[in-house]
């Protein structure tokens, strides 16, 4: 399976400023994932991000806020946009691979977002 | 680390007998679901998956259980350890033309007691 890596693991920001998050995939791959899980909570869907094209964001999640880049097909970066406290949570980064006949989504550690 | 899960339903399972967490599902046009495993500090880890059209797939240690009638989903982990102590998550999937997107139940912590 892919290897995927996140930076930072771990941030403590201010409200108001931006965090950008990156992931790392040590293969190249075409669909990557953003997800977010609040404390205590499963995983959500933020967007899918295809290399060369715009990012798709599911419904209640919007560019302007969580700004997405791909540049290419082993890397992509998440913005978390003019922060609140509610932004708290952990980021994930995902991304899916051929395995066996089946696409199956492989997950990196997290980025764990404090906002205060 | 930080812990994932605070205020999920807890399963607690003393070390050597079997683990069954259960997971409810609402899409019946899923082509597959998947059991992932989440220890404190981590990304979610794949651990078995199972098509729409079977009803019964084994891993090592590991039993999953599809009912499609009452789209419902389970996980049986045979002689528990304690390094099977994490939250758990089952999702659907569903294949769209360019992208698999799943769906993630609530989850389930499982604790281990020796």
């Known amino acids: 399976s892919a290897v995927i890596s996140q930076k930072p693991s771990r941030d403590i920001c201010q409200r108001g400023t931006s965090l950008t998050i990156q992931c790392q995939v040590d293969?190249?791959?075409?669909?990557m994932f953003w997800y977010r899980q609040q404390p205590g909570q499963s995983l959500t869907l933020i967007a899918t991000?295809?290399?060369?094209?715009?990012?798709?964001?599911e419904s209640g999640f919007v560019i302007d806020k969580f700004p997405i880049s791909r540049p290419n097909l082993t890397f992509s970066t998440l913005t978390v946009s003019n922060m609140s406290p509610e932004d708290s949570s952990i980021y994930l980064c995902?991304?899916?691979?051929?395995?066996?006949?089946?696409?199956?989504?492989?997950f990196g550690p997290g980025t764990r977002l404090t906002v205060t | 680390g930080e812990s994932v899960g605070l205020h999920l339903p807890t399963l607690s399972v003393q070390e050597g007998d079997n683990s069954i967490i259960n997971c409810a599902y609402s899409?019946?046009?899923?082509?597959?679901f998947i059991w992932y495993k989440q220890e404190s500090g981590k990304g979610p880890q794949f651990i078995i998956d199972?098509?729409?059209?079977?009803d019964k797939r084994q891993g090592q240690r590991v039993t999953v259980l599809l009912n499609k009638t009452v789209k419902h989903l389970s996980l049986q982990i045979a002689a528990t350890q304690p390094g099977d102590s994490a939250v758990y998550f089952c999702?659907?999937?569903?294949?769209?033309?360019?992208?698999?997107?799943?769906?993630f139940g609530t989850g389930t912590r499982l604790q281990v007691t020796l």
């Open positions: 899409n019946s046009a899923s082509d597959y």
């Open positions: 995902s991304v899916e691979d051929l395995y066996r006949g089946v696409y199956e989504q492989y």
């Open positions: 199972i098509r729409s059209n079977m």
């Open positions: 991000a295809n290399q060369g094209s715009e990012a798709t964001y």
């Open positions: 999702a659907d999937v569903n294949s769209t033309g360019t992208a698999s997107k799943l769906t």
């Open positions: 293969s190249q791959v075409t669909m």
